[in-house]
């Protein structure tokens, strides 16, 4: 698998998931709970990987190509 996600890019993914689930567990209910956790999930998975499935089509890549 070819990481494709630079350091910020991984960090605003984290956070955003983060706060998405904050969203789901205080403030939102019904279907918009499945949706905004299911995209936190998809989020987090990506950050902890390193990977952004929907980069890879267009070769989008936001990692520091000097950064071993």
Request: charged content about 15%; glycine content about 8%; overall charge positive.
């Amino acid at each position: 698998m070819t990481l494709n996600m630079g350091r910020t890019d991984r960090r605003l993914r984290a956070v955003a998931a983060i706060l998405l689930v904050a969203l789901v567990l205080f403030v939102t209910d019904g279907a918009l709970d499945w949706v905004l956790g299911a995209v936190a999930v998809v989020l987090g998975v990506t950050a902890a990987v390193g990977t952004c499935p929907a980069y890879l089509p267009f070769g989008i890549s936001t990692r520091d190509r000097t950064v071993a």
